[in-house]
């Protein structure tokens, strides 16, 4: 029967935390002598294992800013849309013609009549465009717009969780060189008075 603790595990072996959506939390080294006694690899070896995870962390960093981006870009153009909609459901009983101005282009509007109407025509992505009916055109507005909050949510989150990964491994990597240069001062410094 194994009494294995965690502590006399290696680090291997040990199961790794992680925030809800599985980026892996960096452990902080508080004592560099100890990290280093157990450690099977050299100081240079670890030093720059902790600079690859650093640039790890920085890469994801970097696609979480992208996606951040995107969603700040999707969020109003779906509100915009579900608003559209909102309006369309209110004014689809009636016989008077909506007066309105659409985008043909980044700078090119064009005025319209359109009749009241209960369809209409959204943009799934990919080039595809599918009619609903006006109901079913707001349930799934809503159904994103909901999705694309939840889903910004959860990348700032991520990227705030990032920024501590990212200082931890920054001060785990500074704490290693120092204590690496004290080292071997003292080493020299023992050598020379021999």
């Known amino acids: ?69 995107t969603l700040e870009m999707k969020i109003p153009e779906i509100k915009k849309s579900l608003n ?42 990919a080039n595809v465009m599918l009619e609903y009916p006006l109901p079913e055109a707001k349930e799934l507005l809503e159904g994103k717009l909901t999705t694309a909050k939840k889903t910004l949510d959860n990348v700032l989150e991520d990227l705030e969780f990032l920024r501590e990964q990212i200082t931890t491994m920054e001060v785990n990597t500074a704490r290693l060189y120092n204590w690496d240069v004290k080292r071997r001062r003292f080493s020299k410094t023992n050598t020379q008075d021999v």
């Open 1 to 69: 029967m194994s009494t294995n603790t965690i502590e006399s595990k290696t680090a291997d072996e040990q199961v790794l935390e992680s925030n809800p959506r599985g980026i892996p939390k960096v452990q902080f080294v508080e004592n560099v002598s100890e990290f280093v006694s157990k450690s099977v690899t050299s100081v240079e070896t670890t030093l720059s294992k902790f600079q690859e995870t650093i640039a790890k962390y920085k890469f994801m960093e970097v696609n979480f800013l992208n996606r951040k981006k």
């Open 84 to 125: 559209v909609v909102e309006y369309l459901i209110t004014k689809q009983d009636s016989d008077d013609p909506i007066e309105t101005t659409f985008e043909l282009n980044v700078t090119l509007w064009a005025a319209a009549r359109v009749r009241s109407t209960k369809t209409v025509y959204l943009w799934l992505g």
